[in-house]
Each structure stands twice: as structure tokens, then as C-alpha cells.
């Protein structure tokens, strides 16, 4: 792997999982130290982050990560609806209903996930995860997944606003059951509405959880 590809994987991986937080600044000297590459891969790394909008160039302070605002993820979600819909009424004709039963049932299950710990919640969310590849292999549609993948990459981030909410977690959990469920009758109307369900749902708490945010750090 070149040494720009090695920087911005791992710059990648600490913004999405919040080891690198919003407003965090990527200076060149200690980035390349921590990553032990030299500024000219690092430099490349920053602008692929910078493409992708998980880095924002700020005046006086270098290359920063990108903070997460109301519109952005409301732009995020007017993206993604359309596409998740799309990919699930076609994998409730084309997928395998005995694959979507067995989710639908560990669905049922997920609660002690939710309500343990961090090890729990990364369990669920590899579920959540199992039932989105489930999908995109039901639908075989390369176009829809190479559509989905940047939404994808600024949707795993901004689930860590839902980690702290056991009560959101929850309702997603019965939701993705649903829609499990209507893919295991071969229902594309029913997957379809429990997807824009969901989709709705996970809309609103993330713009109250993102607004809550904002404001904590305003009155800071």
C-alpha cells in the first residue's frame, strides 16, 4: 500500500469512528509523525479527506475535521432515501426470504446488545451492517452501491450521535425487524414504507441530536 493510501485509511477510520472529532485540527507535522509517513503522502491523504467533506481547509488553522451541521445531514438523508428505497423493493423481489427471516429474528433479540456495553453496540451495529450487504447482494445493482458508498462512509459517521440514546436504538432495532421482516415475505411495497419508516425516524433524532450538540457547544 503507498504511503498516501496508508494516511488517509487511517485518518479516514479515526474521523468516521470519532477518534478524530469535529473541529479537530490535522496538522501536517504531527499527523505525519503519529503516522510515520512524510508531509507529501500525508498532503495527499488531507485532500482526498477534503474531497470526501470529512476535512474542511480552515484559514489559520490548517486542514480540520469537517463538523457535522443540521443541513448536512438533512442533505445526507434527501440522498439517501431515495436509493435505500430503491435497493429494497428490489431485493424483496430478487432475495433470499429464509436470509431475511433469520435477521428479522435476531433482530428480535438485539435489546441486551443495546443496553450493554461499547462491545454490545458494536455488535449491533455489525447486525445493522449484515442487513444493509444483505440488501445490496439481494439487489445486485452496482449502480445503487457505488451511489450509496459516500453516503454510507458520512452515515457511519454521524451514527455515533445516536450511540449515547438506548431508547433510539431500540425503536431502529423493531424498525430494521420490519423491514427485514417485509423483505422475507417478498413484500416490496410493505420493505419499501418500513424503509422510509426507518429512514424518517433516524432523520429526526439525528437532527435533534445534532442540533443538542451544536448548542452545548455554542454556550462553550
Known sequence: ??????????????????????????????????????????????????????????????????????????????????????????????GDRAVFATLADEFVGAGPLISGDDDGQCAYYALVARLDHGIDEAAANPYLLQAQKPIRTHLARIRRLARDNPDRLLDSASEHEQIARALAQGNADLAEAAMRVHLHRSLQHLLTASGTRQGAALQH
Not at 496508508?6 to 477518534?19: E, F, G, K, P
Not at 509523525?33 to 507529501?40: E, H, M, N, Q, Y
Not at 495527499?44 to 484559514?59: F, K
Open 1 to 94: 500500500m503507498r504511503a498516501s493510501d496508508r494516511a488517509y485509511a487511517a485518518l479516514r477510520s479515526d474521523i468516521v469512528d470519532w477518534r478524530l472529532a469535529p473541529g479537530d485540527v490535522l496538522g501536517e507535522v504531527e499527523q505525519s509523525a503519529r503516522l510515520g509517513v512524510s508531509r507529501t503522502p500525508l498532503r495527499e491523504a488531507l485532500s482526498r479527506l477534503i474531497a470526501e467533506g470529512l476535512a474542511t481547509p480552515q484559514n489559520g488553522r490548517g486542514v480540520v475535521v469537517s463538523e457535522i451541521s443540521l443541513e448536512a445531514v438533512t442533505d445526507l438523508f434527501d440522498a439517501r432515501i431515495p436509493l435505500e428505497c430503491a435497493a429494497v423493493r428490489s431485493a424483496a423481489v430478487r
